[in-house]
């Protein structure tokens, strides 16, 4: 009877990661004009995340969310920050998520620009590897069951 109960918990969690692993992106979501958690260095502890696979944009309704960005941005000498899911572009500069595209103009402002899809949160276990110790699990539990 142990063997069916471990057998049980094991196919149990391989679908719960699977569902998981069906989400989308989680990225954080704050402006830090409403909420000053959002300033760097970031808390998290009471922040939301949000799947950017069901966010929408009323511009472009068919475009999905793909990246989480960051937004600094120094505007006549105050820092503000927004973080949420992007729409368009690749992470980083050149698949790079290391570097952040830079602006500066007149009237003392300063924009950083920051992408990523590496890992939930981001802007944290990734969907990906999910999907991957689901499959690499499944055959192993079939033989394992045989056997008994």
């Given at each position: 009877?142990?063997?069916s109960?471990?057998c049980?918990?094991?196919?149990?969690?391989?679908?719960?990661?699977?569902?998981?692993?069906?989400?989308?992106?989680?990225?954080?979501?704050?402006?830090?004009?409403?909420?000053?958690?959002?300033?760097?260095?970031?808390?998290?502890?009471?922040?939301?995340?949000?799947?950017?696979?069901?966010?929408?944009?009323?511009?472009?309704?068919?475009?999905?969310?793909?990246?989480?960005?960051?937004?600094?941005?120094?505007?006549?000498?105050?820092?503000?920050?927004?973080?949420?899911?992007?729409?368009?572009g690749?992470?980083?500069?050149?698949?790079?998520?290391?570097?952040?595209?830079?602006?500066?103009?007149?009237?003392?402002?300063?924009?950083?620009?920051?992408?990523?899809?590496?890992?939930?949160?981001?802007?944290?276990?990734?969907?990906?590897?999910?999907?991957?110790?689901?499959?690499?699990?499944?055959?192993?539990?079939?033989?394992?069951?045989?056997?008994?």
């Amino acid at each position: 009877m142990m063997p069916s109960a471990l057998c049980v918990f094991c196919m149990s969690f391989i679908v719960l990661y699977s569902v998981y692993s069906v989400c989308g992106l989680m990225c954080w979501h704050c402006d830090s004009l409403h909420d000053p958690k959002c300033v760097d260095p970031f808390d998290n502890t009471s922040m939301p995340m949000k799947d950017c696979k069901l966010e929408k944009l009323d511009t472009y309704p068919g475009v999905r969310g793909t990246m989480c960005r960051k937004i600094r941005q120094k505007v006549y000498g105050k820092w503000r920050f927004y973080r949420s899911c992007a729409f368009l572009g690749e992470p980083g500069i050149g698949g790079d998520e290391r570097y952040c595209l830079m602006r500066t103009g007149t009237h003392n402002i300063f924009t950083e620009y920051c992408t990523c899809n590496s890992r939930d949160g981001c802007n944290g276990a990734s969907g990906i590897s999910s999907s991957l110790l689901s499959i690499s699990l499944a055959p192993a539990l079939i033989v394992y069951r045989r056997l008994l």
